[in-house]
RNA sequence: CGGGGCGUAGCGUAGUCCGGUUAUCGCGCAUGGUUUGGGACCAUGAGGUCGCAGGUUCGAAUCCUGCCGCCCCGACCA
């Protein structure tokens, strides 16, 4: 029988949490992502994505897609390895640096694990596009990106491989790029606001990748490597060795790049002899606008603004399940029979469920539910075998609300506040 | 790449300064029993190239040399 693994049992789930974490580790997103069992060190800066975590990045990618569709972006895939003559062409095989991890293949020829896409994705539209007419468009992609930092850090918050979501727009004058610039702008705040982060628009240097104007936007949290301050409502970036000047006169804030904006303008159009006709029969360089989004980074983000001592307190939004069932006893009990009973009443409602069936004390299955961060607890004790009552339990506040078991009539209620 | 720290069982650790039986403890794991509302208890058991290589020594987790890996701080990035 297909599954959609929506609802999954604790026994079969590969959920491994830790009860103690090493103490080398810093920053408190790094601590959790490891202790609840999202992802798995492989080597410096590179990670294993376990269900948990690969359910998380899953939910974020969703969020990402549905507002970039919303706005007619289109979603693509490039590879992740890149011939070097691309990049000879825009004029970067050797201005990278040392982050562009490059090799030979078999038959001697260089390549590169792509550390941004700007050359593939002008190589793949400047063989479709030659007119005006065709214009404009943006095209998206969620994959992976190679850098070879030469030092990761805080696990997901720098990897050395990492998940992006990459957007290229494509335009015949400045204002149709100001246009989509601005559309992508509102997207990603609306895409931050639901994964529930709080973030700030710092107007940046476009630095490396080079262009006309560039925003960062910026997860607030202690372990961020962006330092900036407020005036009217406008944020500026400042220097780390620029704190102490600014401290006295100013609050200073410290934040994570989940998203950076850029208008490209014909760098790389221009480089790469990327060009359209127009009206009059001319060639000329397309305009174009590069959009990212740190995916993976945005796992320590949120984590680094939803937790406490317990653990993990996921947004709905990308909870890797949104409810726990766990019952006193489960097998051969009577707990078992009502809650599968729930089990498949929320399934069939699309909510993702937990149960946790382990042969286990009630206070072990709760730290570790409450560890991986799921939103929502039914708890199944004593007092539904006297009186039907369970709890329902709220992780993000801890409040609690003790129901009577009537069946479907139940999961409605439960369904009203979650 | 500079500076600092670390590497001992699946995970977390003691021991290293000052070399000396069979390498410590907790968690987890296995078996049996007792438990069962906020990480239960008892008993028994399995599990180790002490990061790697070389050296000193009667004897090395421990001292010396070289290498590798990991974490943290700085210069760069989503």
Request: glycine fraction near 8%; aromatic fraction near 10%.
């Amino acid at each position: 029988m297909p599954h959609n693994h929506i609802i999954m049992k604790y026994s079969k789930a590969f959920i491994h949490t830790e009860r103690t974490i090493n103490d080398k580790l810093d920053a408190t997103s790094h601590k959790l992502s490891i202790q609840a069992g999202l992802i798995q060190q492989v080597s410096a800066g590179l990670y294993d994505f376990l269900p948990l975590g690969h359910k998380v990045l899953s939910k974020i990618e969703s969020v990402i897609r549905e507002e970039l569709n919303a706005i007619d972006c289109q979603e693509i895939s490039m590879p992740i390895v890149q011939p070097k003559e691309l990049w000879e062409e825009s004029g970067r095989w050797n201005v990278y640096g040392k982050e562009m991890l490059k090799f030979k293949n078999r038959d001697e020829r260089e390549f590169c694990f792509g550390p941004t896409h700007e050359e593939v994705v002008i190589d793949l539209v400047r063989t479709k596009i030659t007119s005006y007419k065709q214009f404009p468009f943006t095209l998206y992609q969620i994959g992976r990106k190679f850098r070879d930092e030469m030092r990761p850090k805080n696990g997901l918050l720098r990897g050395k491989e990492f998940m992006m979501k990459d957007a290229y727009s494509f335009h015949t004058s400045n204002e149709d790029l100001d246009r989509e610039y601005n559309a992508l702008r509102t997207a990603y705040f609306n895409i931050f606001n639901r994964l529930g982060l709080k973030v700030i628009g710092i107007p940046a240097d476009p630095g490396e990748i080079g262009g006309d104007g560039s925003e960062e936007v910026v997860a607030f949290s202690k372990f961020g490597e962006d330092y900036f301050i407020e005036e009217n409502g406008v944020a500026t970036k400042i220097e780390e060795n620029e704190v102490e000047k600014y401290s006295a006169t100013h609050e200073v804030y410290r934040g994570i790049e989940v998203g950076h904006i850029f208008k490209l303008g014909t760098k790389y159009s221009s480089a790469m002899n990327f060009n359209f006709v127009n009206r009059e029969g001319k060639k000329e360089p397309v305009i174009m606008g590069c959009y990212g989004i740190g995916v993976s980074r945005i796992v320590n983000a949120i984590l680094e603004q939803n937790n406490d001592e317990k653990g993990i307190k996921w947004p709905v939004a990308v909870a890797p399940y949104t409810l726990s069932i766990i019952p006193l006893k489960y097998q051969g009990s009577e707990f078992e029979a009502v809650a599968l009973e729930l089990e498949k009443a929320f399934e069939k409602v699309g909510v993702s469920t937990l149960l946790d069936d382990r042969d286990m004390g009630m206070g072990a299955k709760i730290k570790d539910s409450d560890l991986i961060g799921v939103p929502f607890k039914i708890i199944l004790g004593k007092r539904f075998s006297e009186a039907k009552e369970f709890e329902l339990e709220f992780r993000a506040t801890g409040e609690k609300k003790v129901l009577v078991y009537k069946g479907e009539e139940t999961v409605k209620e439960i369904l009203a506040m979650i």
